[in-house]
């Protein structure tokens, strides 16, 4: 084996392992303690802002029906300390009696979906005081 192909050989090795990375979405942390404001964005997704005026998309794996309606439910009934992540199940019987009872989180991503309402405008989330 030449130089040449031995290195094509590690490179082509190298690029295989790194392509499921690549496709990963970006690990993000959002804690109860720093939500300021939330707004239901359809069945199974709810965007919050954080103290920093940062907006995190959580989407669940299911529909929500309670939590997307009352998602201030979904912010009582969460982990008291640590970050959000895949997984999580979010107790969500103090909103009402639509099921289900119990949602779990699929992800929880920076940043907004792309045809959510800006900060400030109607519909949109607002940012905190200074």
């Given at each position: 084996m030449t130089r040449h192909q031995a290195m094509?050989?590690?490179a082509l090795i190298a690029s295989l392992l790194a392509t499921p990375l690549m496709g990963?979405?970006?690990?993000?942390?959002l804690q109860r303690k720093d939500i300021v404001s939330s707004k239901a964005y359809d069945e199974n997704t709810i965007v919050f802002m954080d103290r920093l005026g940062s907006n995190y998309?959580?989407?669940?794996?299911d529909?929500?029906?309670?939590g997307?309606?009352?998602?201030g439910v979904v912010i009582q009934s969460m982990k008291p300390s640590g970050c959000l992540t895949h997984g999580d199940q979010i107790d969500v019987t103090a909103g009402g009696p639509i099921?289900?009872?119990v949602c779990v989180i699929e992800s929880v991503t920076e940043g907004t979906p792309s045809n959510f309402p800006?900060?400030?405008?109607?519909?949109?989330?607002?940012?905190?005081?200074p």
């Open positions: 094509f050989g590690s990963q979405p970006q690990t993000v942390c998309t959580l989407k669940f794996t529909t929500c029906p309670t997307a309606r009352n998602p099921p289900p009872p800006v900060a400030g405008a109607a519909g949109g989330l607002s940012k905190p005081a």
